[in-house]
């Protein structure tokens, strides 16, 4: 763990206000907190709600950010060789593929101490805080090169919102995940949909997604944040532990009368091109107007290592692992993610009980499967008859 937090300054930064400017501050030492808790004492019934109590208080608690640390690890022994290893990242200095980096290194280099072998990783080129340095030294050609281009983009545009449910009586909230499998039958047929239209499966999916938006929303003019890792075709920030991750803002016209093949066109357009705009979250700064509530998060199992819906063990050095599953904690009003799994794609819905009820978010997954099964059999189909064919209900 020592050797981790050494090799990356985001897991020893803390950020501190100089002058009224937030700014990063890199610890120089190199160790870090692990905190060893061992539950063996308590009735062998209690263990594993104790773990999940602790868990939730470790992970629900404040954090300093001027204070610090950003990253903390426990280690909880439940039983002889059963024990949990609970990693927190904040987000400030973490994002998804962070996590998988941390992980992927730790095991890593937990393998070669078992082994007797000294610890190798890979060279770090940069560092986290050499990233945000590049990020404030170019504003000024960004705004140059890309700020028009977003303000004629964004001309006209309309805040997006989800409508609420009418949710009575809620005595606080907690946060609620639902998962919706399309199958890999489905998902092979989406596949060649993809392939015959020259896009990727990706924007395939999230054409689709945008459809019943378009439907629960009841918008033709729908803007989506389309989260990217903010690392493509930047090989030296694959290994970095940061928060790089970017939202794209998408503004897609989902007009009735075009089929869907002209709207994946229109889609795969307005991902290029913010592509070649990105602009790295400035623009619901610069135009308060492309703030959106709907968010598209795509995780490929081959780029992004084990995901959250892959709960099989694997082993790492000698020791077999498995998830630690913990439910409850999503904070997000709707945030769908989409994973591109061995056995089909797996949509996995985490929204808060005091914004949607759960029947909602079943419609909202079964609307996306009657969308995603027509138009593998008919991609010109019109826009205007998928959304008839939609369920309603949603957001009543």
């Not at 070669?112 to 170019?138: H, I, K, R």
């Not at 694959?238 to 093949?261: N, P, Q, Y």
Request: proline share 4%; charged share 20%.
């Amino acid at each position: 763990m020592d050797f981790v937090v050494r090799r990356h300054e985001s897991l020893r930064t803390r950020v501190v206000v100089i002058d009224g400017t937030p700014k990063q501050q890199v610890e120089a030492g190199g160790n870090s907190t692990l905190e060893i808790v061992d539950l063996t004492q308590l009735p062998t019934e209690s263990i594993g709600r104790e773990a999940r109590r602790l868990a939730r208080e470790f992970i629900g608690q404040t954090v300093d950010l001027s204070a610090g640390p950003l990253f903390e690890a426990k280690l909880w022994k439940l039983a002889g060789d059963d024990y949990i290893l609970l990693l927190a990242l904040h987000h400030m200095v973490g994002d998804d593929i962070s996590n998988n980096v941390l992980s992927q290194e730790i095991w890593t280099l937990y393998a070669q101490a078992t082994n007797g072998s000294s610890f190798v990783l890979p060279s770090m080129c940069v560092q986290f805080g050499d990233y945000a340095m590049w990020q404030e030294q170019t504003l000024a050609r960004w705004r140059v090169d890309h700020e028009g281009f977003w303000r004629a983009k964004m001309s006209g545009a309309r805040r997006t919102d989800l409508p609420a449910d009418n949710v009575a009586g809620t005595n606080g909230w907690h946060g609620c995940t639902q998962y919706f499998a399309l199958g890999g039958s489905l998902t092979v047929k989406l596949q060649g949909i993809a392939e015959s239209l020259g896009a990727s499966l990706p924007i395939i999916v999230l054409t689709t997604y945008a459809v019943v938006l378009s439907h629960w929303c009841d918008r033709e003019d729908l803007i989506i944040a389309f989260v990217s890792n903010g690392r493509k075709g930047r090989p030296e920030l694959e290994k970095m532990i940061g928060f790089l991750a970017t939202f794209l803002h998408l503004r897609i016209e989902v007009t009735r009368g075009d089929s869907f093949v002209d709207l994946v066109r229109r889609v795969r357009g307005e991902v290029r091109a913010a592509f070649e705009h990105r602009d790295f979250d400035r623009v619901p700064i610069m135009l308060p107007q492309c703030t959106t509530e709907l968010y598209f998060n795509w995780l490929s199992s081959t780029s992004r290592g084990r995901s959250s819906v892959d709960q099989s063990a694997i082993s790492r050095g000698g020791i077999r692992l498995r998830p630690f599953t913990m439910r409850g904690l999503e904070p997000t009003k709707f945030s769908p993610f989409f994973y591109h799994t061995s056995t089909g794609i797996i949509m996995a819905v985490h929204y808060r009980s005091d914004f949607l009820l759960p029947v909602t978010i079943e419609r909202f997954g079964t609307n996306l499967r009657t969308v995603a099964e027509t138009v593998v059999e008919c991609p010109i189909t019109q826009i205007g008859s998928l959304l008839a064919s939609l369920s309603k209900g949603l957001g009543s």
